[in-house]
């Protein structure tokens, strides 16, 4: 039968009734969890027992009732020891408050973290690439004799090899490793709305062990005057950054004019700071005259009132740089040595299989 909207049976308003009055009680669970506020009412009272009297001074209004979440609903299912419906429609709000609890103290510590401003990830994010400043020799050795095949050395033997993007891509395949020093750009860039102090930036040795010996690369400087910020020593026991300070004595007596030597450290004075998105870049030299040295960078910081550190290598694998291979008499030693000539090529100039019909010239 059809009604205006707005009319109301008799049993819904019963019904109404009911719901809007008698679900009061005491509160058994009571919490806050963001800006939502529940409370959840229940009750221990047999099912049937009509209206409980309050004790005096509990504070509980005449006629309301407390429902027992045993049996009620099921009996107002079945239609078992008289149950009346309005019990199946408390009990069920009631379901639906307990539900809305657990999925509202299941999300608490999400929306715990949105309050508090907590945000998962690092707390920067460091890259890092190795470069060959203007000053720097091309010197590269591996650590047994590497023989070239055929196509690599006419690509050696042409001129200006050594200045292509390829001549990288072939000291990368010879597993070659930097000999004398080691150049990188680390950069910092910060991931958090809180300000990072970075406060040391140091090596962390892997290994140390004789020089490489199997075959050289020796390509020149360009002669150049680099700018880098930091220097290690890496045949020191224990290296720190020290900053890189170059002899400005000119005089015709110091032949080191020019040279840049490890001066105070570093991070005596200096604090390198990082906001969210804020960019810091180190040019940092790493050197070595007796080892072949394997090792990564720890990167020491405080975020608030800790102290954290990252450690950096490159890719999963070490950085590495090796010293000069020499005999006891302090000479240069190698199974063979490939030379850059003067119009850019390399030729090999000491081992087994030198090419006697092409000559050499070193620059």
């Keep these: 039968m059809a009604r205006a909207d707005g009319d109301e049976t008799r049993a819904e308003r019963a019904t109404r009734n009911d719901i809007s009055g008698e679900v009061a009680g005491p509160a058994i669970q009571a919490g806050s969890i963001g800006h939502l506020h529940v409370t959840v009412t229940g009750s221990s009272s047999p099912a049937g027992s009509g209206p409980e009297k309050p004790a005096e001074g509990s504070g509980r209004p005449a006629g309301t009732r407390r429902w027992r979440r045993g ?9 078992m020891g008289g149950g009346k419906p309005r019990r199946l429609v408390v009990s069920a ?30 707390d920067f994010a460091a890259s890092v690439e190795a470069v060959r400043l203007d ?12 023989r070239p095949t055929s196509a690599q050395s006419r690509f050696l033997a042409e001129p200006m090899s050594t200045t292509s993007e390829k001549y990288d891509d072939f000291l990368g395949s010879t597993g070659a490793v930097n000999v004398g020093e080691q150049t990188l750009r680390l950069t910092l860039t910060g991931r958090r709305d809180q300000q990072v102090n970075v406060l040391d930036v140091r090596p962390v040795i892997v290994r140390r062990a004789s020089p490489l010996a199997g075959t050289l690369f020796a390509v020149g400087s360009q002669a150049g005057s ?8 890496l045949d020191r026991p224990n290296p720190v950054a020290r900053k890189a300070v170059r002899d400005t004595d000119f005089s015709e007596s110091n032949p080191d004019a020019g040279a840049v030597r490890p001066g105070p450290p570093f991070f005596a004075d200096t604090t390198i700071t ?17 080892f072949h040295v394997a090792f990564r960078l720890k990167v020491t910081y405080m975020l608030g009132d800790r102290r ?3 450690i950096v290598d490159d890719h999963g694998r070490p950085f590495q740089v090796s010293g000069v291979s020499r005999s006891p008499d302090g000479e240069e030693r190698y199974g063979r040595v490939f030379s850059m000539q003067s119009d850019y090529s390399m030729c090999q100039t000491v081992g087994p299989d030198v090419d006697a019909a092409r000559q050499c010239q070193g620059i």
């Design 71 to 79: 049996g009620s609903a099921c009996k107002a299912i079945t239609g």
């Design 93 to 122: 709000i009631g379901v639906a408050v307990l539900s809305a609890i657990g999925g509202a103290l299941a999300f608490q510590p999400q929306i715990r973290g949105l309050v508090s401003g907590t945000a998962s990830g690092p």
């Design 135 to 146: 000053d720097e020799g091309w010197w590269a050795a591996t650590s047994g004799d590497f």
């Design 226 to 233: 680099a700018t880098f910020q930091v220097i290690y020593d």
């Design 274 to 290: 990082l906001r969210r998105d804020e960019q810091n870049v180190l040019v940092l030299r790493a050197r070595t005259e007796r």
């Design 308 to 310: 954290k550190y990252m």
